[in-house]
Each structure stands twice: as structure tokens, then as C-alpha cells.
């Protein structure tokens, strides 16, 4: 498989850490978003949406989404699942990967900011909207699973929850958002004893700068 | 069953087809989110995200996220599918629904427009933000459809993609988008022949106004 991608696209990095848990070989492509390579010809034959991630299998057949590729994988690869068995515990890790993948990053990924800037006219304003945008989303994440035993977002199996709140971490980090949100924090810490996290942070990546 | 929802709300709009398409019968809770109800504090008993809907089961198990929903009433009421079996097959609709579900529609619901209105200070600027973000979602939509047989978005059954599309085309018009897709608009029609898409259209719920 091929990961076209980029190390700090939140989207591209919830697909590594699925690929990394699930033990999936793959090789990297990858495209610089603020340079607009995203939206190159070569891209947008791969995902006429002009986003990253796309995941090309080995034969040719190309997948976007990132939650529809951690589907995928999950259906071909099921083991180590990435949800539990049980169809309404399945619905409660999901929602909380949708409260992320679907009401806060897409809200402030670098497409928007860029439509806020020049709504504006001010990158502080930008920044701001991110600030705002993830403050308000982890903040509902953090009740989400307040009742929900650790060290995970639910319990001692890492789920689809995690890996879309250690995504979503690095951007309250890099937006200078106010951390307030101590089971988030204590299951993020946990996310980042484990391997796969550690070889799938953008820092690792063969692109990051 | 119990759907927390709103008349108007496109993921309300999306849990109701598929809760008829399936034929479970359900009861209406409505929050007019104008006037802030999602944001009561019954409601964020609830689901502290404040956003509808929630599906409240019969032992007061209340699940969010109207994709989480779908794919909870598909996995305990498996017939008719709205997902096909094949796993690269599934992982396309999931992905058009999700090029919905992601990143168009919470990048202009009523939360959104309210933060846009705020910040320009024109109602105007929050109403252009609107069109141009479903116009460039349903464009990328079009485009990953064009290849697919109809007279659905995936063949010759109704999926989880037609009832992103059929919520969201409702916003199209409602905020005047140029309706520039054929296929879209095709795989639509088709949808508005079901006797499942006309009850749970807007216009016939209870709270219709």
C-alpha cells in the first residue's frame, strides 16, 4: 500500500497510526499542503476532493477518508480490532472520533483558516478560529468519556478514539489551545507509550521539517 | 426508539431516512435550534456535545453522530443494507458520505454561520460561506460519482451516500447554491421516489414550520 499523505495533516496521521497498530507495511508519498501540491493534476486524479490522505492498495484501487480507510482496514485487517464488539459501545467510539474527524478538524483544517484569512484579513483571526474550533471540540470529547474507565478513551484497548484524539492533540498544541482536559491528556499519554504511535507521529515522518 | 432532532437539522434529516428506510418505528423529541434548545441543559444530559441528534434506545441508551447512528442501526438491523458487502465497495460510500459528513456539512451548520456572522459582522458574508462550502463539497461529490452506475450514487441500492446526499441537497437550496451536478441531482431524484425519503423529508415532520 501507498500513503499519499503529508507528516502533519491530522487526517494522514490517524491513517498511520491504523496502519502502524495493525502491523500494515506501507510506503509514503507525500505532498506539502501550504504549497497547494494537494491540489495538483497528479492528486486530484488520486481524490478528485483535492485532501489528503488517499491510500492506494496494490491494485491501484484508491481510498479517501481517513475514517473510511480505518474501516477498511479494520474489515480486512481485523486484528488488533480498532472497535469493540459490542454494536453500542462500537457507536459510543465512533461518535467520539466523529466529534473530532467530522465537528472540529474539519472546521479548522488549512483549507478553512485560509478562507477565514481572507474573509478577515488577519492570520490572527485565523489562529483564533482554530483556537476556538478545537477548544470547543475537546471540550465535548473530555465529557464524552469522563464516565469511561482508562487509560484509553475507553478502557484498556486502543480504539478509533484514540487515534483520532492523538491527532487532534498535536493541533490543540500547535494552535496554542488551553489544555484543559486532564482524561484527554492522561489518554493521549498513554497513546504515546505504545510503538505504533511513536512510528506514526509527524515528527518521525520522513517529510517533517 | 426516541430521535432528538429538529425538523431542519440535515444529520436529524439523515438518522430519520435511515431509521425509515429500515422501517423502525420511532418518536420525535424536537429542539429549535434557533432559539439554542440543543444547548439546555436537558439536552447536554443528553449529549454534552450539544449538537442533534441523539437516538435514545429503548433502555435509555442515547447514542450521537448521526454517521455513529447509521452505522449502529445497520449493525442491529442489518436488512436492507445500506452499506454493500464488499470492502472496497463499502470504504467508497463511506468516503462520499463522509466528503459530506466531514467536510461540508459541519463546516456550515448553524453553529458555523453564527461564528462567521460574528466575526464579519454580515449576515451576507455567513449566507456566501454557506454556498461556497456546500458548492465545493457536492463539486468534489459529483466528481467521485461520475463513474458509477445509477440510479443511485452506488448502483442500483440506496446507501449511506444517497442520505448524506438527500440531506445536504436540502441545503443547497436553501442557501441558493448554483445545483450544477447532474449526477447529484439525479441520484436524488431517484431517492425521492422512495416512499422512506418522503416521510422523513423535512416538510412532513411535526415540527415543521
Redesign the interface.
Known sequence: MRLHGFFRSGASHRVRIALELKGIEYTNSSYVLREGEQRSEAFLRLN????VPALE?DDG?V???S???C??LE??HPEPPLLPQD??R???V??F???I???T???QNLK?LN??EA??GSEE?ATQ?AR?TIEDGLD?CE??IEAEDGPFCFGDSVTLADICLVSQMGNARRFGADLRWPRLLAAEAACNELTAFQRAAPANQPDAS
Open positions: 478528485p476532493q483535492g485532501l492498495l484501487t481510498l479517501t477518508q475514517l473510511a480507510i474501516d477498511y474489515e480486512v454494536p453500542v462500537r457507536a459510543k465512533r461518535a472520533a466523529q466529534a474527524a467530522c465537528d478538524h474539519p472546521v478553512i478562507r477565514i474573509l478577515t483571526a478560529w476556538q465535548a465529557r464524552l
